[in-house]
């Protein structure tokens, strides 16, 4: 069964930092993606950033690709966001997905983590 379980989130003032961290379980990471998306109550998902598990590949937003980085531990199964300056527009529930290709397309994730809760204080 595959697992995704996400954490980290939490209380922050803008212009601090978090990372955000998804253990997976349940699969092999080979051949597969993973991705942050985020979302906002009464508001669609919005995607972030994903990765390859396979290489080395990234794909991201560009509304916060110069704040946000996704990276990954194979070893591990994890995949993290560390996220940078953040804003009080960056409160949201921030979702890690599993997909067999690095997309930004909510359609193309096959499984999600629960979710973890940021909160962006100014």
């Known amino acids: 069964e595959v697992q995704l379980v996400a954490s980290g989130g939490g209380l922050v003032q803008a212009g601090g930092s978090l990372r955000l961290s998804c253990v997976a379980s349940g699969f092999t990471f080979d051949g597969y993606a993973m991705g942050w998306f985020r979302q906002v109550t009464g508001n669609e998902r919005e995607f972030l950033a994903a990765i390859s598990m396979s290489g080395d590949a990234t794909y991201y937003s560009s509304s916060v690709k110069d704040r946000f980085a996704i990276s990954k531990d194979n070893a591990k199964n994890m995949v993290y966001l560390q996220m940078n300056s953040l804003k009080p527009e960056d409160t949201a529930v921030y979702y890690c997905?599993?997909?067999?290709?690095?997309?930004?397309?909510?359609?193309?994730?096959?499984?999600w983590g629960q979710g973890t809760r940021v909160t962006v204080s100014s």
């Open positions: 997905g599993l997909a067999q290709v690095v997309t930004g397309i909510e359609d193309q994730y096959d499984y």
